[in-house]
């Protein structure tokens, strides 16, 4: 008479896979011998596994659905260990899967390994904006762990070996027991002794004092290619600090920061500056020599050109980061109104604006300008 595994995973015949892992898990959680000590709960932890091994399986499920059993003795069944060996054969990922939510992995149970990756580290890196810009082969020096070379990472002196820790036999991990309203509750901690690896080291190499890596201060020469941005990160797999044990170093991440230009301003891969224009030259118009990044432009002021006047020059702007062209250079204009005349000048502006009937009022008459003022909004200038 075959097994009933539908039914000691409580689900129909035309259960799906999904439904079939979710019954698995809940029961795994109930009946694990660590939650659940007594030996009929171990009884129906081992059901629970066989039944979850045949029917997660689409060929042992097919000869269940047949009538037959495919892990009883010639029942067609085999896998690891052989049929008909005491516990059927369940994935570790699964048990897993059930105590922690699927994603194994950190935080699990067992030893600790003591080889473990390395942290990511991140440098900021001041540049000018040329640098940004056009690229730079940049030096940096990133305080760091690298791997010991003493002991090459084991942590251990020479000749010497890690041992067993005694507190917890290495399993890493300590297991207490709680009497509670619900029964009997296995917890297990971490193992202090050990932190958890389930070794120890009862001679630290002396370099590192078992840590398998030291901290020391790195030069290397970091490529910035042409066009980054403030606030950019560039990232240098693997080096970053060497791990616990020696274990595989973290990426290092260099931050670009993008030091203010005294002439231009960046606003993405274009640029903006400001030249100030006397107001005679925007009225009578010029030729001016407009020093870019990496240039020199003529440029033609028209005659006529008003504040607040924009130049674009095409192209002369931040080369792009990915893919080719730049981006632009708009050149403000500042008009800008004479501040301070002589006497002499000021009689020839106040010539020129005759010449326009152009009427200026004059400050120095009481009233005047402010009698002119209103003519002006009454419109009886
Ligand atoms: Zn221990
Ligand atoms: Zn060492």
Redesign the pocket.
Known sequence: MAKDYYGILGVSREASDDEIKRAYRKLARQYHPDVNPDAAAQEKFKDINAAYEVLSDDRKRQIVDLGGDPLAPGGGGGGPGGPGEAGPFVGFQDIMDAFFGGAAGGGGRGPRPRTRPGSDAILRLELDLPETAFGVEAPITVDTAVL?????????AAGTHPETCEACGGRGEVQSVQRTFLGQVVSARPCTACQGHGTTIPN???????????RTRRSLTVKIPAGVEDGMRIRLAQQGEVGPGGGTAGDLYVEIHERPHDVFSRKGDDLHCRVAVPMTTAALGTRLTIKTLDSEEPVDVKAGTQPGSMLRLRARGVPHLRGTGRGDLFVHLDVRTPTKLDADQEQMLREFAQTRGEEVAELTKQGGFFSRMRDAFNGHA
Request: hydrophobic share 15%; charged share 10%.
């Open positions: 010991c070379t003493t002991c090459s990472g084991a942590g251990t630290p190499c002396p370099t590192c004092a078992g840590d398998g890596r030291v």
